[in-house]
């Protein structure tokens, strides 16, 4: 069975940094696709990054591109994601999420999800 669990969320000042651990369990497959999403209150969850690991290449959100960095992942143990130069509108839930087949832009091509952690950005 897959088990995801984030952990690193908090309160963290605009302009700073976090980095998001993703511990994974149970992948029985080197091909499952790991990546991240994100849900902010009364909105709906955005895919932020996605890393096919049949062929190795990582996908990014355009509006996440240069801030968030995801990595980890090929030992099927530890993920992370790294956000830099955090805004106010970086403030949801995050999830670490995996599927069965490749890297899909829409939350329902995504077989396992972890419980999610909290970020909040606040001065």
């Known amino acids: 069975e897959v088990r995801l669990v984030e952990s690193g969320g908090g309160l963290v000042q605009p302009g700073g940094s976090l980095r998001l651990p993703c511990q994974a369990s149970?992948?029985?497959?080197?091909?499952?696709?790991i990546g991240w999403f994100r849900q902010a209150p009364g909105k709906g969850r955005e895919r932020l990054s996605c890393?096919?690991?049949?062929?190795?290449?990582?996908y990014y959100r355009d509006s996440v591109k240069g801030r968030f960095t995801m990595s980890g992942g090929n030992d099927k143990n530890t993920m992370y994601l790294q956000i830099n130069s955090l805004k106010p509108e970086d403030s949801a839930v995050y999830y670490c999420?995996?599927?069965?087949?490749?890297?899909?832009?829409?939350?329902?091509?995504?077989?396992?999800w972890g419980q999610g952690t909290q970020v909040t950005v606040s001065s």
């Open positions: 999420v995996a599927a069965d087949g490749f890297c899909s832009d829409y939350e329902t091509g995504f077989d396992y």
């Open positions: 149970g992948f029985a497959r080197d091909d499952l696709a």
């Open positions: 890393l096919d690991r049949e062929i190795g290449v990582t």
